[in-house]
Structure formats: C-alpha cells, structure tokens
C-alpha cells in the first residue's frame, strides 16, 4: 500500500531520516518503533506530505506521491493522525466528525444560497455516518459534549473518529497511546484491530508502548539514526541485539515494557 525508497532528510547539515526503506502491505497494521530522535515522526510528516524528502520517493499503491501535498493525499485515503490530537475544540463531538468530509455542497456560497435541497439532504446523510461513528466507538454518550471538554483519551478515539468520516485506505498513528489511560487505550486498541479486520483499513503506528505494539502490529520496522535498523515480528525485534542496544539500552528485561518504562530505558 505504501512505499517508501531511500528517503533522506536533513536539519541543519544532520539527517533526521538517513537512507530510509520500508514497506507498509495492504491490510496490515504496521508498528514503527524507535528511541526519541529516530526519525520516526519526521518519516510520518515526509509519508503525509507535510514535510518534503531532500531525496527519495514515496509510493501509494503504483501512484509516486513524493510531490503530493497533503489535501491530495488525503483524497487519495492517506491520513495522519498527530500525538497531540487536532480538533475543533469550540464544535460538539457530532460536529467536528460532521466537518470532515470534503466538498461539502454548502461549503460554497452558491451551494448555500441555491441548493437548499441539495445541502440538507448532504448534511443528513452526513450525520447518520457520524452518529454510526460514535456508536462504533462507544461514544454516543459524548455527541453533544464540546471537543475541547474530552480527555486525552476520548480525543483519540474522536481522532480515529475523524478517520472514519473519510475512504480512509492507509491511516498514520502517531503515539496513539500517549496520554491515555489504560482503560481507553485498551478501547482504542480494540477498536483500531476492528478497522482493520472489519473495514480493510491499513495502519502504521508509531508508540512507545510495547505492549500495545506487540498486541496490535505485524509486522514491527524499528529505526535508529533515521535508518531502518530491523523489521519482523515483535518476537523477532525483542530478541535482536541491535534493538536491545539502540532502543532498550542493551537490557533484554526491558523488551516488554510500558510506554513509561521503555521511555525512561530508551536514550
């Protein structure tokens, strides 16, 4: 589904993304994993097309989209979700779902004006997915409830949401798991192992939980340095020496950790 070939970025003389290939197969959630200062998000900004590769070229599918911006993109069902969520925090919960969609009739002053009937039929049709939205994430109860006003947690889950309101094929998650307690982080698991199985969505997931990484992602790609240093299975990862070194400090008993145990492990 995606491709990414020998993408190389650099700040200031120092690569953040070093030489960089790896693939995200269709129909597979895909974790990205690595120390802080890996490259891990830049990759991400580089994939949606927030950040232009000083070289290299990304691919969805046989379509090269290294000069994409992001909007195009994400007509074409690439999405990026962000650690900290992005929403419409003054809308209702039903509401910042309902503006996701694009070309929206009356998002245009001639559609506003001369296509009434056109626009409410839309925006019905529109609603009835959000509400099926929040139904499947367990989320009707916060419908009228001021984004601004959820917790970190609920804010995930609406971000995924937001997802949902498009033809989403590939889906970047970046830190899904920060700043969520466990409850809504094994909700959110959940509901993203649904999407996958039940609606044919494509993950890749950038976390520091291991557990959650383990649990969710097959297969695992880990960078250090802005290169791909392995990729395999989750067994296969927490047995190489290299991850061990560059990631969990050498320390095989750390391969199995939280989010805050492996942060505190990782340089």
């Not at 050498?250 to 939280?258: K, L």
Request: aromatic content about 6%; some cysteine; overall charge negative.
């Amino acid at each position: 589904m995606i491709s990414v070939r020998n993408i190389v970025k650099a700040f200031g003389g120092m690569r953040a993304v070093d030489d960089c290939s790896f693939d995200i197969a269709d129909g597979t959630i895909t974790g990205l994993i690595g120390p802080n200062g890996a490259g891990k998000s830049t990759l991400f900004g580089i994939i949606a097309g927030f950040e232009p590769p000083d070289s290299g070229h990304i691919y969805l599918g046989d379509e090269d989209i290294t000069a994409l911006p992001p909007h195009r993109r994400f007509h074409r069902g690439l999405l990026r979700t962000f650690q900290t969520p992005r929403g419409f925090e003054n809308m209702t919960v039903l509401e910042s779902l309902m503006m996701v969609p694009a070309h929206q009739t009356g998002e245009s002053l001639a559609g506003a004006w001369f296509r009434w009937g056109r626009v409410k039929a839309e925006e019905r049709r529109i609603r009835e997915k959000a509400e099926d939205v929040l139904e499947f994430l367990q989320l009707t109860h916060l419908r009228d409830t001021l984004a601004g006003r959820l917790s970190g947690g609920q804010k995930k889950l609406v971000e995924l949401g937001r997802t949902m309101m498009t033809d989403a094929r590939v889906v970047l998650l970046d830190e899904p798991g920060a700043g969520v307690n466990r409850t809504l982080l094994a909700r959110l698991a959940e509901d993203i192992k649904r999407l996958n199985l039940e609606r044919g969505y494509t993950f890749c997931i950038i976390e520091h939980d291991m557990d959650l990484i383990a649990h969710l992602c097959h297969p695992v790609v880990c960078m250090a340095q802005g290169r791909v240093l392995a990729e395999g299975s989750m067994a296969e990862i927490r047995a190489d020496e290299r991850v061990l070194d560059a990631y969990l400090g050498g320390d095989p008993s750390q391969a199995g950790t939280s989010a805050d145990e492996t942060r505190e492990a990782a340089p």
